[in-house]
């Protein structure tokens, strides 16, 4: 189809406008002449129809989770339920202000208050910070508490924090943010951290292990239990990179495993539409001992009991029947057990982001996890993860790595395209953009690092079995057509508007700008 700009025709238009009923007012008047334009813009000019075929199209172009399977491995491209939407865009959410008093905006804080709540139980951990944008957000926000809490501590000697070669790449740059040094510790054989580099480097200059849990191989650390008493005995604290509790949630309690910070990625496990930048949502759960350095706001709530006037609660009480009173609605304010408030931990590392957090992406986290309920959550972890090992027991003879094929995977599994190189000189990006030609989106590519020619699958637990199954089988014939004909793998895609990229100077010279 031609494009918008190539179907302009000289005084074609989408819209026809009134005839002014007051005089034109002169141009030049109202706008100094240097100012003026000396020729049109250069738009296109087009019918509505044109227009509309236009935007269609585009909208076509468009890659996502709605349209194709997009198993981008650590990212949790999951299926985000239409009702999330809807509810977020109702008028009482949508239309508030973060600057309206508390008493008129409690519907809000107990929604927070009570995703808080689910977020402790999910994770056993004893409070929550619902305040950061994303999941680095998170990381940054929770290294920082445990940077106040060593510091009140007197242990400001601690300076090092302990990452994994596995762990995702944002945490290293979250610890230096945090003016820590990251020193990173190796991965054993069989993907686990290997316990005596670990051993070898934790001692009292250690603030804190940073664990991607399942690591970035797809894989659970067969030695948590372990490494977290090492840890604890040498004084530092746990933190667990929680982006990817899509795992997990439901089957196990990180507070279980010795964690006493974890993130949560709101926008990848408690589905809520994400990608290209936002928008996220990534909360922080930790330990009783950590909860006085949270960032402010935290949300809290109080009784509102019908005492003896006087008594603060029932003058709330009063105040919001007052003001519901206005509004000619007074059913609900009666029912209200509680005021929902927030308050300032007495040691807190101060505010990192503004107002409440990211509401509309709490909102809708708030949602899922309601609809699902404890006994859905525990369903989807493991619906990920048969998911995932599905696809890896079907494809780890044809793209087999040295360790994240050798063992049962989380909710992702990490394939490798070395054989191909070696066969024949098809790189794991040729195959993803192959995968392209078949329909789907490509996993993640060439990461983690430690993995030569990596493809990091990530399914999730809303596919049905026939989409992985023409996945799976695509992946197949692109193994086989690395052997027949690699050079119809190297030059993929072939079905695309735009074939293959120059994907640096793509996003460094982006073009952006129509020009006539
Ligand atoms: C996605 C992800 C992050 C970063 O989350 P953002 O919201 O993109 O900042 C951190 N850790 C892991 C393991 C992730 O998968």
Redesign the pocket.
């Known amino acids: 189809m031609k494009l918008i700009f190539e179907q302009s025709q000289p005084g074609r238009s989408a819209c026809a406008l009134p005839k002014p009923d007051v005089p034109e007012a002169p141009l030049d008047k109202l706008v100094p002449a240097q100012y003026l334009r000396q020729s049109p813009p250069g738009l296109p000019e087009v019918d509505e129809l044109t227009l509309v075929r236009h935007y269609t199209e585009l909208s076509r172009r468009n890659v996502g989770v709605d349209n194709v399977f997009y198993p981008l491995g650590?990212?949790?491209m999951k299926y985000n339920p239409k009702i999330n939407e809807t509810l977020a865009g109702l008028s009482g959410l949508n239309e508030i202000h973060p600057y309206q008093p508390e008493e008129t905006v409690q519907g809000i804080l107990q929604i927070i208050y009570e995703l808080g709540e689910c977020l402790k139980e999910i994770s056993g951990l004893d409070a929550v910070s619902m305040a950061p944008a994303?999941?680095?957000?998170?990381?940054f926000t929770g290294i920082k508490t445990i940077k106040a809490f060593h510091k009140a501590n007197h242990q400001e000697q601690r300076i090092q924090v302990l990452i994994p070669d596995s762990?995702?790449g944002?945490?290293p740059a979250s610890v230096a943010f945090c003016g820590y040094e990251p020193v990173e510790i190796k991965s054993d054989a069989c993907g686990n951290v290997d316990l005596a580099d670990l051993k070898s480097k934790l001692n009292d200059r250690t603030a804190a292990i940073m664990l991607?849990i399942p690591n970035?191989l797809g894989l659970f650390d067969e030695h948590m239990l372990k490494i977290a008493e090492m840890v604890h005995q040498s004084g530092a604290l746990v933190y667990m990179?929680g982006?990817?509790l899509n795992a997990l949630m439901g089957i196990v309690k990180p507070a279980d495993l010795g964690v006493d910070v974890l993130?949560f990625?709101l926008?990848?496990t408690f589905a809520t539409p994400?990608g290209g930048g936002g928008p996220?949502a990534?909360p922080i759960a930790v330990t009783t001992k950590l909860a006085p350095f949270l960032p402010v706001p935290v949300i809290t709530r109080e009784p509102l009991k019908d005492g003896k006037s006087g008594d603060t609660s029932v003058l709330k009480k009063q105040h919001l029947y007052s003001l519901s009173r206005q509004k000619g609605d007074t059913s609900s304010i009666l029912k209200m057990e509680h005021f929902y408030t927030f308050c300032c931990p007495d040691q807190s590392i101060g505010r990192i982001k503004g107002f409440y957090g990211n509401i509309n992406v709490l909102v809708k986290a708030y949602i899922y996890i309601r609809m699902l309920g404890a006994e859905g959550l525990k369903k989807a972890s493991q619906m990920a993860v048969l998911n995932a090992n599905y696809i890896l027991s079907q494809l780890k003879e044809y793209y087999p790595s040295t360790c994240s094929t050798q063992r049962l995977c989380m909710h992702e599994c990490v394939l490798s395209g070395v054989k191909q190189m070696k066969e024949s000189g098809v790189k794991t990006l040729d195959i993803a953009k192959r995968l392209i030609d078949y329909g789907f989106h490509p996993p993640t590519i060439y990461f983690p690092l430690i993995v030569h020619e990596a493809l990091m699958i990530e399914p999730t637990e809303t596919e049905s079995k026939e989409t992985l199954d023409g996945f799976i089988e695509a992946m197949k014939q692109i193994a086989k057509e690395s052997k027949d004909n690699p050079q119809l793998v190297k030059s993929a895609p072939q079905t695309t508007v735009v074939k293959r990229l120059d994907e640096v100077k793509a996003a460094r010279e982006l073009v952006l700008r129509y020009q006539p």
């Open positions: 650590s990212c949790t994303a999941g680095a957000h998170g990381e762990a995702h944002t945490n991607t970035t990179d982006a990817n993130h990625n926008h990848k994400h996220g990534g």
